[in-house]
């Protein structure tokens, strides 16, 4: 019967060559621990896992898109919300020319006090005008007609888009129907300004509320555009990302494993020198 032990051979020492495969296998794998450990990731490269690494990819473009998407929509939010803010101003100030207006229309008023009413008049007037032309965020200015709106980004592929129309708050203009050199010097000349007046604040309440009615959906859709980002991101850790208890573990039996490796090469590579004492 054919003897099943290993022949001891000076020239093949198969003991050694299995325990330096075993060896090496064991230090692929703790390379391969070490790596997750130091970049956190499973999945950090094609290399690793090819299919996993597309789809994580394709959810990264997905993220940095929303990301640009959510710079348009913050951006577009500021323009809005300066166009209120000088919207809710021309309001006030379109309150106070009617009581300036309503004063002077009264007939029992002199001259003289109906005067210094108009050169308040003007003053507010002009003061609206100002307010218009320096309603601007990042050189756009959505209340003084020089644009005919502006445009967000909704999605990561920029297909779809939220719009925000002009609303031209310009005096003499379709909202503020009060002409920019309006004045009173009689008392029927104030009168008409009043009604004026109240038509214009009719018009200014609704392009007001219109405006907020876009800023409020660009607002909603930027919560939603961020809830969707982190959801992705979460996708994608559970995808790649490492658990780094599980590595910890790993990486303490597979040292573990290394030492006693060296330890059994060690013992692999001794035992050819036992041939020697065959000869003594």
């Keep these: 019967m054919e003897d099943a032990t290993m022949a001891l ?11 330096l495969q075993n060896l090496n296998k064991t230090n692929m794998h703790l390379e ?20 996993t690494y597309a789809i994580a990819q394709r959810m990264r ?44 229309a009264d007939v029992s008023l002199d001259s ?19 307010i218009v032309s320096n309603a601007e965020f990042n050189g756009t200015n959505l209340i003084n007609n020089s644009v005919s709106s502006i445009t967000a980004l909704a999605n990561s592929d920029g297909s779809n888009t939220l719009r925000i129309s002009d609303e031209n708050m310009s005096l003499g203009g379709g909202v503020v129907t009060l002409a920019a050199t309006a004045s009173f010097a009689t008392a029927g000349d104030a009168s008409t300004i009043v009604t004026t007046i109240e038509t214009s604040l009719d018009n200014l309440n609704q392009s007001l509320a219109r405006l907020g009615t876009g800023a409020k959906a660009v607002e909603v859709h930027k919560s939603f555009v961020t809830k969707l980002s982190d959801a992705l991101e979460t996708g994608i850790g559970a995808l790649v990302d490492a658990d780094m208890a599980k590595e910890s573990a790993r990486l303490q039996a597979l040292q573990v494993k290394q030492q006693l490796g060296v330890q059994a090469l060690s013992i692999a590579n001794q035992a050819p020198g036992t041939i020697t004492s065959l000869f003594g």
């Design 32 to 51: 391969e621990v070490q790596k997750r450990i130091n970049t956190g990731l499973e999945v950090a490269s094609a290399k690793d896992d090819g299919g």
């Design 9 to 19: 051979s000076i020239n093949t020492n198969t003991g050694a060559m299995l325990a």
């Design 61 to 104: 473009a997905q993220v940095g898109g929303y990301g640009v998407v959510q710079q348009s929509l913050d951006m577009s939010m500021s323009i809005t919300d300066v166009a209120l803010a000088a919207g809710e101003a021309i309001s006030d100030l379109l309150i106070e020319m009617k009581e300036k207006a309503l004063a002077a």
């Design 112 to 130: 003289s006090s109906r005067t210094a009413l108009n050169e308040d008049f003007k003053a507010l007037r002009d003061q609206v005008a100002t």
